[in-house]
């Protein structure tokens, strides 16, 4: 089955610091998909990277790049030189490419970036 | 483009009281999906939609019912409301899935609380 885990419930980085977020996932299918999405203290869900099971680079967004690293089944996102806008809750999820969007979801990191 | 919107924002229901979240989506995209978050849990999938008339069960679809009439709609039915079913709810929408990396773009969510 499908799961996406996410182990780190909290964190904290100094602003224009770099910070990695934890992500591990497990499925039998050859081919997914890998989302990070932020979600501020407001409430709205923002999507912010994708990574596809077969992409051969590791996804840059901006500040946000993906370390995909297929064999361990693990899919961090780095944040690079961290702002206070940054702090929110970050969520890991998977889509398994079967036909369908569906998407599974990690319990989330929640990031605190200080000045 | 207002993308996705969801109504109400708020919402307190009686137990055993009926009510229909609201989703639409300008975007003509074929997917569309309805979350729940709870405290702790991530996001959770309740009911899916492929595209205009046809609709599946995702992860947590007792209490509630869907229908995809046309490609903008996607309300959501809660039958009876029941305490357990205060969350914040979250309707999505994604394009064709061969854009595989597009993410799905969420709604404002709508909050309900049942007593």
């Known amino acids: 089955a499908q799961k996406i885990t996410q182990t780190q419930p909290g964190m904290f980085v100094q602003e224009k610091e770099a910070v990695t977020l934890d992500c591990t996932y497990d499925?039998?299918?050859?081919?997914?998909?890998l989302f990070w999405y932020k979600q501020p203290s407001s409430g709205e869900m923002i999507f912010l990277i994708y990574q596809g099971s077969y992409d051969q680079q590791n996804a840059t967004e901006g500040r946000y790049s993906l370390n995909f690293q297929k064999a361990r089944k693990s899919a961090n996102l780095v944040i690079s030189a961290s702002q206070l806008g940054d702090s929110a809750m970050y969520f890991c999820?998977?889509?398994?490419?079967?036909?369908?969007?569906?998407?599974?979801f990690g319990t989330g990191t929640r990031l605190q970036v200080f000045p | 483009n207002a993308g996705v919107t969801q109504t109400p924002k708020f919402q307190v229901l009686k137990t055993g009281q009926s009510m229909t979240l609201q989703c639409a989506q300008d975007m003509n995209h074929e997917y569309m999906s309805w979350y729940r978050q709870d405290p702790g849990m991530g996001l959770r999938l309740i009911h899916y939609s492929v595209g205009a008339g046809i609709t599946d069960q995702g992860e947590v679809p007792n209490g509630y019912n869907v229908s995809r009439s046309t490609t903008e709609d996607f309300p959501l039915r809660l039958l009876s409301a029941a305490p357990s079913q205060t969350s914040v709810y979250f309707c999505?929408?994604?394009?064709?899935?061969?854009?595989?990396?597009?993410?799905?773009?969420f709604g404002p969510g709508t909050r309900l609380t049942v007593l």
């Open positions: 499925t039998s299918d050859p081919s997914y998909g």
């Open positions: 999820a998977m889509r398994e490419d079967g036909g369908t969007d569906k998407l599974i």
């Open positions: 999505a929408s994604s394009a064709t899935l061969r854009d595989r990396g597009s993410g799905q773009f």
